[in-house]
């Protein structure tokens, strides 16, 4: 794996840094990409002696700034092995009165992001014959709650399209997963987010507690982005790279719970569904 160049979006904080710490410990060839790349030098003193490291400027929304950090990446390393789309922040909010702009920045990041990503990498990997990619999704890609409707929605999306996408390159040999934490204990659901501060009364109960517990349980979040980071690196590693990996026991939990009910669900109701067949 010391050959292989990873290439990590958000990198600055989280589980980003996490991962990027992991490679750099396991001395692989890596990019560390973030909006504001003196965040990354500042825990990654001297990063500009580590041949192995290269440190860039990088916003996803911006198609053309991607296409010249990855331009930047072949000169440096000849490729891309492993692109890590870990990019992605959270705006909080009931579906009702929720604000558009906030929305439009969260898809542009989050989904389009990814896209704009893939679209750069994607044809290096095809000419390479070979690649992984991660999207790093959440438990909030395969099960919804009240409070998160469009935070779900970018990952429901970066859910059918990965799994699409998957299916399209895997006979070129090129790998897709979706790398689905639960609760992590980084700054996702402190620094990272917005709120909808105006939320109306009739969410309260419903939307509005559910973010209040969220934003409670910033720092002591169960699962560790260090053990995480470890458990990416050693599947890619071994080339065991599931379309899905759940990360967390409460991860586990309630998708589980997800799937059950879904099970019950069109069981239920199979006579009816049946029934609409010619």
């Known amino acids: 794996m010391e050959n292989k160049v990873w290439f990590v979006t958000g990198a600055s904080t989280g589980l980003g840094k996490a991962i990027v710490l992991e490679l750099i410990a396991k001395k692989c060839k890596v990019v560390a990409t973030s909006r504001n790349p003196l965040d990354i030098e500042h825990y990654l003193p001297g990063a500009q002696e580590n041949d192995n490291l290269l440190v860039l400027p990088l916003d996803v929304t911006n198609s053309q700034h991607i296409k010249s950090v990855v331009e930047a990446t072949k000169q440096k390393f000849g490729g891309i092995d492993v692109l890590v789309n870990n990019a992605g922040f959270a705006y909080f909010s009931p579906v009702e009165n929720a604000d558009d702009q906030q929305i439009e920045n969260m898809f542009a990041v989050n989904f389009w992001g990814v896209k704009h990503m893939i679209d750069h990498v994607l044809p290096i990997m095809r000419e390479q014959k070979s690649g992984t990619i991660l999207n790093i999704s959440s438990l909030g890609g395969l099960r919804a709650f009240a409070g998160f409707g469009y935070y779900h929605a970018t990952k429901f999306a970066l859910e059918g399209f990965s799994e699409s996408l998957s299916q399209e390159v895997k006979p070129l040999g090129i790998n897709i997963s979706l790398v689905e934490p639960g609760d992590f204990n980084t700054d996702f659901a402190s620094r990272s987010a917005t709120e909808n501060v105006n939320i109306i009364e009739a ?36 080339g065991d790279v599931p379309l899905r990996i759940l990360l967390g026991s409460d991860a586990y939990q309630r998708a589980m719970e997800k799937l059950t009910g879904m099970q019950k669900l069109f069981s239920t109701y199979h006579d009816i569904t049946i029934s609409t067949d010619y």
């Open 203 to 238: 969410y309260q109960a419903t939307a509005g507690e559910n973010i209040k517990n969220l934003r409670e349980l910033s720092g002591h979040q169960p699962g560790d982005p260090n053990k995480a980071a470890k458990v990416i690196y050693d599947l890619v590693n071994r």
